[in-house]
């Protein structure tokens, strides 16, 4: 697994995605939510959640598995650290070490090192940053992963820089300079040009840095990157900000802050606000930045050990001196003095001492603040920082000039401040390409002119105009510097936005693809339900709750082709929650729309109904904008028409059309069981005294509602294929055919060949556990047979009830229990178990909406020449008033709700008279049980006695 991946691979994962279940999902999980990070937590910790849940489903063995759990750990660990949980994002992140070290997970354990350095930073731990970043690319290098160890060799040459430029500069500058004629990978390039734009940052070279930050910013957010990303557009806008574009560099600013807020990282909005803040003090707006800054701190209170605290209050003390706050100035640099210790980073050391200073001079306190600005001074030489040792050196002078103070030992000068002043005159003609300021050199001729000797005086003054017009000079070659890096950025830009939209348009596919995705299984769930009844009542009931809660409806109604073939009836009618008498409309009107769409076989919409139609309104109905009518068909034969209307105009998109066409189909499915049902109903009442053919006629009705449903789906999509075809063919010798067009169909036409196939193939397996059943039931046959392959034979023929209603059946029966007896009435005493079941144990309870859940388990124990056979729910249980008379002919406590009572009484006169075993019933509040007590050899049966007895 890559440490970091592009956003076009993230979007292609996430369309992978999409059509996995279950078990096979795990790869992709885990992959995502590694990758989605930093680019969305909260997704990220949710696709983490369900592969933890899955991990027990896949096929991984030990050490896979707890290597999986241990990247799961780190997902976690990262959003912990991110958004300020430093001590949870530790534990996490040292667990999961632990757990690789354990299986020799060299690169689970450098990604473990690489989030503890980060951890490390925002402690303010920078030795333990270093040391975890070491670790990091030891692991990977072990590992054979020259990226990542590339990756912690880039974050570690980028911490130096902040501790010792030159130094970093010796020690990494030539390992990683980017080769402008090679391109970085996006996750390397986005660290590697952050070390170089704070080499050149460091060195003033503020349009080299500004180029390589921008570089960082689009490498970070093309590989996921984004707090790197917030980072390189503060860092761009902080150039904008030394080149006097203030306004340039509020807009990187803003730029920044949009893509931290949303995310709540507390490290990275603060660091926002911060440098935000310090660009309004420049602008005059203190009270604005005060805001800015005390907010910043608020935010950054969980992570005050980072350098992003440190440089909060940096900017909190200037402005405090700004407004002349010399008591919160002097708070915000001792605070800083502790936090620069504590960093062990000379620049904030140097910064904090000398603010101290200032502050400690306004407010009267020269003794101490004379010790600030020395220290400040020692610790800016000591770094060779002289750009920092100039600043200390005017603080001193400003010091001297404002308070009597002991004269410096060796001073030749003719006063304290003139000794400090020619000192960073001196250090400063030391810096190559760096001109005094001219504010330095007037306060070398104020101090002059107050020592007396203005004749000296005049001519620095005189220098100071010459220093001043080659600042101004060097102003506006800043300002073109600024439009120069303006326009390349703005370039750099308008790319990577261009790129993020082509992912962004990806992903937004892949939203699509998932809506369509869950669309689909919401139909075929909807579907199992409509075609699981065999009550056309039922039946409507279903498809009018479905209808109106997917469409946007005032009307639906069903109209059934009557016995004669001339008129059509409605069988179901609502409007506006009212039910809606019968009518019929006779298949001569040439005005219904009902009519033309039955006789015509084809799909009838209008979007907007003309307002002379409404003189053909059904009176008592109200008059439609829109209607839609589909035709209900199974095969060749036409059963009738279904309807949906809005009291508003377009109301049916494609989308919503598509929906109807699906809900017709299941249906018209449903319809036509239900028709055959009715029928075999009515053949089992005339046949009541055969109990057999009573058997074969519920066995029909199991094969038409088993076979109907696969062979029903796959006539639905042949059929679509059969429109799309049309429009294929109607494009090619029309308007013309594009490749996308042809793709798409190439596309839709392998789907839809895999999804027949895999319905043909479930009919196919279908009728062959049903031919052998069949011939079993009805003919009483008897024969050796396994019993494990009888047993699953008779559940293959219920299992879609069992699916659809939800709940599941176990069995746990050994191969090799031979039988000499009757499988078919076997069968039939099974098949009245699971039945029973289905109908009783799992009811759903008074108020409850619906049961959860439930669980059948079949088990066979073999016992010497008899085998023990158990039948058992994890359902309700039946009562004790009632358990002693289940067997009885006609008990049931669901009369007219599909319970006949004759089952059970069917299976005990099976199990006693024809098979020669017992069966016995226990039942509590968690579940029933049967038990067959069966002979292997069943007794032989009189040729007198009678066949029927079933």
Known sequence: MEMFALEHDVAQWESALLPLRGAGRIPLLLLLSWHLRQRDCTRAIALSEEAHLLLPLGDLETAALEQARARLQLVQAEVAWLQGALDSAESLAMAARATCDAHGDAVGCADAHWLLSSIAVDRGDHARCDAELLAAAQQARGAGDAMRASLADAASARWA???????????????????????????????????????????????????????????????????????????????????????????????????????????????????????????????????????????????????????????????????????????????????????????????????????????????????????????????????????????????????????????????????????????????????????????????????????????????????????????????????????????????????????????????????????????????????????????????????????????????????????????????????????????????????????????????????????????????????????????????????????????????????????????AIALDNASAYRQLQDAQAQLVSQEKLAALGSLMAGVAHELNTPIGNSLLIASTMQQKTEDVERLMNGPGLRRSDLAAYIEDAGKASALVMRGLHSAADLVNSFKQVAVDRTTEQRRQFDLQQVSNEIIATVMNRIRSSGHRIETDIAFGIAMDSYPGPFGQVITNLINNALLHAFAPAPNDGGAGAGCMHLSATLDGARVQIVFADNGGGISEQHLSRIFDPFFTTKLGQGGSGLGLSISYNIVTALLGGTIQVTSSSSGTRFTLDLPLLAPQIDAATPANIY
């Open 161 to 667: 820089v902040l501790r010792d430029a030159p130094a970093a500069q010796a020690r990494w500058g030539g390992h990683l300079q980017a080769d402008a004629g090679v391109k970085l990978p996006a996750p390397l390039a986005a660290w590697v040009h952050d070390f170089l734009g704070l080499l050149a940052h460091t060195s003033r070279d503020l349009g080299t840095a500004a180029g390589h930050y921008m570089q960082s910013y689009e490498a970070a957010l093309e590989s996921g990157q984004l707090r790197g990303a917030i980072t390189a557009a503060i860092n761009i806008g902080d150039c904008f900000a030394s080149l006097n574009d203030n306004e340039s560099a509020l807009e990187w600013m803003q730029c920044a802050l949009d893509l931290a807020r949303p995310t709540g990282w507390p490290r990275s909005i603060g660091a926002c606000q911060t440098h935000t803040a310090e660009t309004m003090r420049k602008l005059g707006r203190l009270g604005a930045a005060e805001d800015l800054l005390r907010e910043a701190l608020q935010i950054l209170a969980p992570v005050s050990g980072a350098r992003t605290y440190a440089n909060a209050l940096f900017h909190l003390g200037e402005l405090s001196l700004d407004k002349g706050d010399y008591d919160t100035a002097l708070d915000a640099f001792s605070r800083l003095a502790q936090r620069a210790e504590a960093l062990g980073q000379a620049d904030f050391r140097s910064m904090a001492q000398r603010g101290r200073a200032h502050a400690l001079s306004y407010l009267d306190r020269p003794d101490e603040a004379l010790q600030a600005a020395e220290r400040a001074c020692q610790l800016a030489t000591a770094q060779g920082d002289a750009m920092h040792q100039v600043a200390a050196l005017r603080v001193l002078a400003m010091l001297h000039a404002r308070h009597e103070l002991p004269p410096p030992a060796g001073m030749s000068e003719r006063n304290p401040a003139l000794h400090f002043l020619h000192q960073a005159l001196q250090v400063a003609a030391s810096i190559e390409g760096y001109s005094p300021p001219g504010e330095l050199l007037d306060a070398l001729a104020r101090e002059y002119a107050h020592a007396g000797d203005y004749a000296r005086a005049y001519d620095i003054a005189l220098d100071a105009g010459v220093a001043r017009e080659k600042s101004h000079t060097q102003q506006a070659s800043n300002r073109a510097t600024a439009m120069q890096i303006y326009h390349q950025t703005e370039h750099a830009r308008s790319e990577g936005y261009h790129h993020r939209e082509l992912a962004a348009s990806e992903a937004r596919r892949a939203e699509v693809l998932q809506q369509t995705s869950d669309t689909l299984e919401r139909l075929s769930a909807i579907g199992q339900e409509i075609t699981t009844h065999l009550d056309a009542s039922a039946v409507f009931q279903v498809l009018d709750r479905h209808v109106h809660a997917l469409l946007p409806v005032n009307t639906f109604a069903v109209y059934m082709l009557d016995a004669a073939g001339t008129a059509l009836r409605r069988a179901h009618g609502m409007e506006a929650g009212r039910p809606l008498s019968d009518n019929a409309i006779p298949l001569s009107n040439p005005r219904a729309y009902s009519v033309r769409c039955l006789l015509g076989r084809r799909e009838v919409y209008i979007d907007q109904v003309p307002p002379k139609r409404h003189a053909y309104t059904v009176p008592g109905t109200l008059h439609n904008q829109s209607v839609l009518y589909v035709p209900l068909t199974v095969g060749e034969r036409v059963l009738g028409v279904m309807t949906v209307q809005a009291c508003h105009a377009h109301a049916y998109g494609e989308r919503e059309r598509l929906i109807f066409r699906t809900l017709c189909a299941y249906g």
